[in-house]
């Protein structure tokens, strides 16, 4: 017995057919998109600055709550215990103000009815309907208390 093949058969060509450097151009593709990205927020995160201080809410001359604000980017949500406040949504970021070198923070606030966009420097204040918010920086406040004039 000699082994031997009998018949024919054809074999199916494959149904579809890749370049061999597909793979190895989408991977650089993704590399160069996701490195892209890594890029910009990593420049995004140098250019906001970090801002610390304080967000002084107050209503006709009164003190309502005040928040301790610290980092490049934070919500704003009410402060425990602040009833009047209880609907307050928004962001509140690092920015540089109109003079140089001087910190400011941008707010989007909503209150209720009530919004408030807006950038406010050092010592400065915006209004969200009949609220003021002030940001003092750490800095100024520090300064403050030991007397220093500005």
Request: proline share 7%; no cysteine.
């Amino acid at each position: 017995f000699a082994p031997a093949l009998v018949g024919s058969s054809t074999i199916a060509p494959p149904p579809l057919e890749l370049p061999p450097t597909l793979a190895p151009t989408l991977l650089a593709i993704v590399v160069l998109v996701g490195l892209g990205a890594g890029v910009l927020l990593i420049g995004r995160m140098l250019i906001t600055p970090r801002v610390d201080g304080l967000l002084a809410f107050s209503r006709n001359g009164r003190a309502v709550a005040d928040v301790v604000v610290n980092g490049r980017r934070m919500k704003l949500v009410a402060p425990e215990g602040s009833a009047e406040l209880a609907e307050l949504r928004g962001v509140l970021t690092g920015a540089w103000g109109s003079s140089r070198g001087q910190r400011a923070v941008r707010i989007s606030a909503q209150l209720g009815a009530d919004r408030a966009k807006g950038l406010v420097a050092d010592g400065d204040v915006i209004h969200l309907g009949d609220l003021e918010i002030s940001y003092v920086s750490g800095r100024r406040r520090i300064l403050e208390k030991i007397g220093v004039p500005q």
